[in-house]
């Protein structure tokens, strides 16, 4: 096997690379620390850096307040359903405006645009008189149908089918009989798989980390998210900010996990729209 030294080239770069991923990870180190140890390890000055033997108890406490499993299944269910969802809907209406010609075109994309503006948060309100008008409150469901379309996925995917979608190589589909569907399905969507993947990762994320709407919109343990289930460690009277801490990590891990296992293909796929595009 060969063993490459190429970092010996260039000390200096390598050398800035390792302390800014060491400064990155030093705060998931630093939950840990404050997690296994006592509620007065947060204001010790200065700053204690060697995790204490209170790990057991204070995973005891978190669990106290929530199942962890059935937090990451509820949280893990919301994500994936939401991501899937939002890269067909995404791709799909990218496809269209970037490669179908009808009257409206670029007015209609203009009308999206203007959405990309309005934050989702002024439809909170309205969004839960929906919610609650169908009988959804409180259901994994209500968490997942208000994102499954998404104007910056359109956006993104749109912008991806116009650099690697040639148009000529749907004319040609065309010719040979193929539907709609056919064409996006066989040939444009496997062109855009990197941008596509880029915006899974990057709505899963979001999916995970949202915490006001599902805030919310549930109200049973059996129901919350991982963002909602940490909200419930913080006990305004005496809160324990090892079980804060320790919490936020263990909701923090899949995510780490996910992104050591997909950086490759993560930043590939960014690197694509970025020469691309």
Known sequence: MKISFSWLKQPSLYGMLI???????????????????????????PPTIVPGNNW??????????????????????VAAVTAILQVFT?????????KLRFR????????????????????????????????????LAALILPYVVSVFGVFWMRQAM????????????????????????SLALPLVRSSAFVLLLFTFLTAWNDFAWPLIITQ???????QVAVSQLNSANNPSYPSILG????????????????AKQFVAGVMDGAVKG
Do not use: C, H
Request: charged share 5%; hydrophobic share 55%.
């Open 90 to 98: 995404s791709t799909l209406a990218g496809f269209a405006f970037a």
């Open 247 to 262: 919490g936020s990590l263990l909701m923090a891990l899949p995510l780490i996990a996910m992104f050591i296992v997909t």
């Open 19 to 45: 302390i800014v991923a060491l400064l990155s990870l030093f705060p998931f180190y630093w939950m840990y620390v404050i997690g296994s140890s006592d509620n007065s390890a947060i204001a010790t000055i």
């Open 162 to 185: 116009l650099s690697n979608v040639p148009s000529e190589l749907i004319d040609s589909g065309a010719v040979d009989g193929a539907g709609f569907f056919r064409i996006y399905w």
């Open 104 to 139: 409206g075109n670029q007015a209609l994309f203009g009308v999206v645009m203007v959405f990309l503006m309005i934050p989702l948060q002024l439809g909170i309100i309205p969004l839960y008189l929906l919610m609650s008008k169908i009988g959804l409150v409180d259901t």
């Open 56 to 77: 057991p108890a204070n995973f005891a406490q978190i669990t106290e307040m929530f199942n962890i499993w059935t937090v990451y299944r509820n949280s893990f269910i």
């Open 220 to 226: 049973t343990p059996d129901n919350f998210t991982a």
